[in-house]
């Protein structure tokens, strides 16, 4: 039966690439439960995080069995699979791919030998010393057998899961204790053997990585605390950058690999992370709320109704008009499920573009003047068919707000931009944008005021995409990218 290619995203415009999510890892360690039914309600919590593919893996202590697949994570599962992945421990994975082919075969979590048994990994991030690590890994006689190294067909998690599996003589969390300070760039690790659960976070601790404490005394780690929330854990507290957590019948133990050097990922609170997700003590959604209500401060305008972009740019507009005095209203509707076809659309359906997923409340929006509130322009394809749709359905003025600066700077941590080239603040100055997209005036918010929102201190956050700092040496096959060297740039 052909499945949903699982390219569910905010993108609105059918081929408009946008920023791509990072992927979600969700561990348990919980006897008596099902691990796989947490695991999968875990998953579906964090979608958002990756809609390429879905896997699964459970020990019960003698065996690990995984079943994964292309597509969201309800395309994957059914009853019947959830039903044979029996055990007490469990690691799930929803992918996004930032390094590797949308492929079956680059599906997580990922498997490979170790001297006492077996390794699932799944990892969300992206490394930026993998050539090093392939190095690594031919330098040691009969391991690089177990890749295939060509044609990219080989991503960052299986390489690391081949690394694990090196050494005859130590256990699985001595060998990621002698690992995991070689690896460089952004992990949340989230892996097993058959008798215990492991969670990793790079010393920058750049993507979010969370441990809970089920009512049964299980454990689960998660990337966000919503998918705690989901399946009933309480938030015990969030996996340390540089910290290896070893989770079995005795409890949780923490090994420190690395010293801690916080640089969060600031696009978590702009748009990857879930609205009722906390990060570093502050509720995301009340980050967005502030950002709108900064944004009402730096570029009012005179207007009738505040209206988000569906629905990444929601908190963010009713933040604007608590500030501005504006009324908010809802001015699009949204298809949601749009995005779960597998069928594509006719020639006749794609010039229509964006009403595929966007379509205006005419009797709402007919002869106002409109604020617009998105977090984020790329290319501003979006931004122009939407502004053309409003207008067409009657605004008298469309004026566009960005909780978010302009986007300068690729990253290689785990989100996918597209090419610096690609970029429209790159290329254009903001008057430029604004006649680019059609609107009546634009404005983003202020570095300033977006880390201020965030109230987390700017030393403690990776904010490379709007500045060009790298807080870790970007990959040097991938300095190409970066056209010139900006100030800051890690070497």
Not at 155 to 176: H, K, M, R, S
């Amino acid at each position: 039966m052909a499945r949903g290619d699982g390219r569910l995203n905010h993108d609105l415009m059918p081929g408009e690439k946008g920023p791509q999510d990072a992927c979600g890892v969700f561990g348990v360690y919980a006897p008596g439960e099902e691990v796989a039914k947490l695991t999968y309600f875990g998953l579906y919590a964090l979608q958002h995080r990756g809609q390429e593919s879905a896997g699964i893996a459970t020990s019960d202590g003698h065996k690990i069995l995984v079943f994964k697949d292309m597509g969201l994570v309800s395309q994957v599962f059914d009853e019947g699979a959830l039903e044979a992945l029996q055990g007490h421990i469990a690691v799930g994975h929803a992918r996004y791919s930032t390094t590797g082919a949308s492929t079956w075969a680059n599906a997580q979590p990922t498997l490979g030998p170790t001297a006492h048994g077996t390794v699932a990994l799944g990892h969300n991030g992206n490394l930026t010393n993998t050539q090093e690590l392939i190095d690594l890994l031919i330098s040691r006689e009969g391991m690089a057998k177990r890749l295939d190294l060509k044609g990219g067909k080989c991503t960052d998690t299986a390489i690391v899961t081949a690394l694990l599996g090196y050494d005859a003589q130590d256990t699985l969390a001595e060998t990621a204790l002698e690992l995991l300070p070689y690896l460089r760039g952004a992990y949340s690790f989230v892996f097993m053997d058959e008798h215990a659960l492991y969670a990793a976070r790079d010393p920058q601790g750049v993507r979010p990585l969370v441990l809970g404490e089920l009512p049964s005394g299980g454990w689960v780690v998660a990337s966000e605390t919503a998918a705690l929330d989901i399946v009933g854990a309480r938030q015990v507290r969030e996996v340390e950058p540089g910290e290896l957590l070893i989770i079995d019948d005795e409890g949780v133990h923490s090994e420190r690999f690395a010293d801690a050097d916080p640089k969060g990922c600031i696009f978590e609170y702009v748009y990857l992370a879930r609205p009722d997700t906390t990060i570093a003590g502050r509720s995301v959604h009340a980050a967005r709320l502030e950002m709108g209500r900064q944004l009402a401060r730096e570029f009012p305008v005179e207007a009738d109704l505040v209206i988000p972009t569906p629905e990444s740019g929601t908190p963010a507009a009713v933040g604007y008009a608590q500030a501005s005095g504006i009324p908010f209203g809802q001015g699009l509707v949204k298809n949601t499920y749009v995005g779960r076809t597998f069928i594509q659309p006719s020639q006749t359906l794609r010039q229509l573009g964006i009403r595929l997923k966007l379509n205006p409340l005419r009797e709402v929006i007919e002869g106002k003047r409109l604020i617009v509130v998105d977090d984020s322009i790329v290319r501003g394809n979006t931004q122009r068919a939407i502004v053309k749709m409003l207008r067409e359905a009657g605004a008298a003025e469309v004026h566009v707000r960005i909780s978010s600066p302009p986007i300068q700077w690729p990253c290689f941590y785990g989100i996918d931009f597209p090419t610096r080239e690609e970029l429209v603040a790159v290329s254009k100055t903001m008057d430029d944008v604004r006649d680019q997209i059609g609107a009546d005036s634009l404005g983003h918010i202020s570095l300033e005021g977006m880390l201020e929102a965030t109230k987390v201190a700017e030393s403690r956050l990776c904010t490379a995409c709007f500045t060009g700092n790298y807080p870790i040496a970007p990959p040097v096959d991938a300095r190409h990218l970066l056209l010139s060297q900006p100030e800051g740039v890690a070497t």
